[in-house]
């Protein structure tokens, strides 16, 4: 029988990573509250046609521009492709943009990079959109349009709620786009979700995770943009050399590092991806692998991992689960809280990581 002795995360010291995590339910029933504003930025880019969608980030807002990428083109059907900025700082690429909208995510929107990029592509012809938590910023004055994501201030170097915001400003998008009111009903549900997610957590888990130095973190459409971040905030709050792959590209090689004790992490949540995402957890924990399966969706799936000796994260806890363009964000939130206990059992500060700081400038 598998451990299932839980640990409660109200005994420990509560970090701003976990408290401004929680905050994603105030930031997302302001956005919820704020919704003209991404009305009348559709209306505007529907006026264009445009013909694709450009991405420039880092970090942690590259991951959620990741999530708008992947939900647009899955929804929307417009082409949208992530930029490096090196293109444009450093070797000058003559880019053909002036049908399309570029969109640059940022927490603090003060890294040049970005700047000089979003500069680039508007003076090229490109509508600009600059998707930042902090007003006034750098990224904002070279935009053609502000989207607030005003999730608030943030203390803790290792970024949550903006990320989180970026990601629901994406749903909202894509809602406002259809005119989808399931949607917009189910993000107004998904601010309940995060105001109160669980708790508990096995103490199997810390203990697996508490002495890993190098982990996988999987998924696959939606929730793959989850595991890059989930993979980074692992190595910024924990140093833990921690690899993100879809489902798929784990078994085009990476796979044959992962044999018995090997620590793995699956996001599984509802969508047509999920039945792989079971499989490939049951499949490496008969190879002997400590596999997390965080989950958000229902309880039979969870009934089945469990049998198989798979641990268990559960975003819901008995809870009706969310919709598959929603669930990825419920499970990246509960991941978030884990990383900050986390990181206490391992003796570091998740807010303070060494070597980091709040705001990164690149060129």
């Not at 007003?135 to 903006?162: C, H, M, P, Y």
Request: glycine fraction near 4%; charged fraction near 15%.
């Amino acid at each position: 029988m598998p451990n299932t002795k839980t640990h409660n995360t109200h005994n420990t010291h509560i970090t701003h990573m976990h408290r401004e995590a929680l905050q994603a339910s105030d930031m997302l029933k302001g956005q919820l509250a704020n919704i003209k504003y991404t009305s009348a930025l559709v209306d505007a880019i529907k006026t264009l046609n445009p013909s694709s969608f450009i991405t420039v980030a880092r970090g942690s807002s590259d991951h959620a521009a990741h999530f708008f990428a992947y939900l647009v083109m899955q929804e929307l059907g417009i082409i949208t492709v992530s930029l490096p900025p090196s293109l444009i700082t450093l070797h000058h690429a003559p880019l053909k943009v002036s049908s399309s909208v570029a969109f640059g995510f940022s927490q603090s929107g003060a890294s040049p990079d970005l700047v000089d990029t979003l500069t680039h592509l508007g003076e090229h012809g490109a509508l600009t959109v600059a998707c930042v938590n902090q007003a006034n910023s750098a990224l904002e004055q070279v935009a053609d349009r502000f989207w607030a994501i005003d999730a608030g201030q943030e203390l803790s170097v290792a970024a949550t709620k903006s990320c989180l915001g970026i990601m629901t400003l994406a749903a909202q998008f894509v809602a406002v786009w259809q005119d989808n009111q399931p949607l917009l009903n189910a993000l107004s549900a998904l601010v309940d979700q995060f105001e109160n997610p669980t708790k508990n957590v096995p103490h199997r888990v810390l203990d697996v995770f508490g002495a890993a130095k190098r982990v996988f973190v999987i998924g696959r459409g939606l929730s793959h943009s989850i595991a890059l971040e989930a993979a980074l905030k692992m190595k910024e709050t924990c140093a833990i050399q921690s690899e993100a792959f879809s489902v798929a590209e784990v078994r085009h090689g990476p796979m044959r590092l992962i044999e018995a004790n090997y620590p793995v992490v699956v996001f599984i949540t509802p969508g047509p991806e999920q039945p792989q995402l079971i499989d490939f957890s049951i499949e490496m924990r008969a190879r002997g692998a400590h596999v997390l399966a965080v989950c958000a969706t229902e309880p039979h799936v969870i009934d089945s991992l469990t049998r198989a000796g798979v641990m268990i994260l559960d975003a819901y806890a008995g809870k009706v689960p969310l919709c598959p363009t929603l669930a990825p964000m419920a499970a990246l939130q509960r991941f978030y809280v884990f990383l900050s206990e986390l990181a206490l059992s391992r003796g570091m500060d998740p807010d303070r990581p060494l070597y980091l700081n709040k705001i990164t400038q690149t060129h």
